[in-house]
T-cell receptor
Framework: DTEVTQTPKHLVMGMTNKKSLKCEQHMGHRAMYWYKQKAKKPPELMFVYSYEKLSINESVPSRFSPECPNSSLLNLHLHALQPEDSALYLC????????????FGQGTRLTVV | GQQLNQSPQSMFIQEGEDVSMNCTSSSIFNTWLWYKQEPGEGPVLLIALYKAGELTSNGRLTAQFGITRKDSFLNISASIPSDVGIYFCAGPYDAGGTSYGKLTFGQGTILTVHP
């Protein structure tokens, strides 16, 4: 099973709303990631979790707040977003073995209105 | 930081034609990955390359890890309509280290296949 599951698939939110994106994997991967992707552009790394601890924050604004409740779950809490934050948000996971293959979820298409 | 230069940016081909795309970098990479992304979906890993000179196939797809470690190519033979999508090359963000999936991506090649 090489599946990373993200929910919801689509989300529309107002600029004053609070919402959360969820990601789950059962591959035993101990590294999990959030990427942001604009249309026809490559994914851009936002956060990296290693063994449930935040190891990398790529200077992401504080209106994005990641959380890793356990080794299988990764959340991204959203608050006071701007229309320019509209994008496809991708979760990914990988082994911590030096093998750099990352497996991606299908993404959450976020629209901020 | 490291950059991956991917070309061509887009390709419009007829069904049955072969396709070739490549990725180059000014830095050495220890791993090259090729992903395909279809509209509305996340990237799917097609091929992973770990050794300089390595040639790996996955069905109609063939990818090679360049001898200099600074380039890789992906070929698709006898293209079919379901090959449409964006193809990305990727490598570890820290070219020499074990970045555990923190990836640098090329800009992507948009492939359109006409029946």
């Amino acid at each position: 099973d090489t599946e990373v599951t993200q929910t919801p698939k689509h989300l529309v939110m107002g600029m004053t709303n609070k919402k959360s994106l969820k990601c789950e994997q059962h591959m035993g991967h101990r590294a999990m990631y959030w990427y942001k992707q604009k249309a026809k552009k490559p994914p851009e790394l936002m956060f990296v979790y290693s063994y449930e601890k935040l190891s990398i924050n790529e200077s992401v604004p504080s209106r994005f707040s990641p959380e890793c409740p356990n080794s299988s779950l990764l959340n991204l809490h959203l608050h006071a977003l701007q229309p320019e934050d509209s994008a496809l948000y991708l979760c990914a996971s990988s082994h911590m073995s030096g093998n750099t293959e990352a497996f991606f979820g299908q993404g959450t298409r976020l629209t901020v209105v | 930081g490291q950059q991956l230069n991917q070309s061509p940016q887009s390709m419009f081909i007829q069904e049955g034609e072969d396709v070739s795309m490549n990725c180059t970098s000014s830095s050495i990479f220890n791993t090259w990955l090729w992903y395909k992304q279809e509209p509305g979906e996340g990237p799917v890993l097609l091929i992973a390359l770990y050794k300089a000179g390595e040639l790996t196939s996955n069905g109609r797809l063939t990818a090679q890890f360049g001898i200099t470690r600074k380039d890789s190519f992906l070929n698709i033979s006898a293209s079919i309509p379901s090959d449409v999508g964006i193809y990305f090359c990727a490598g570890p963000y820290d070219a020499g280290g074990t970045s555990y999936g923190k990836l640098t991506f090329g800009q992507g090649t948009i492939l359109t296949v006409h029946p």
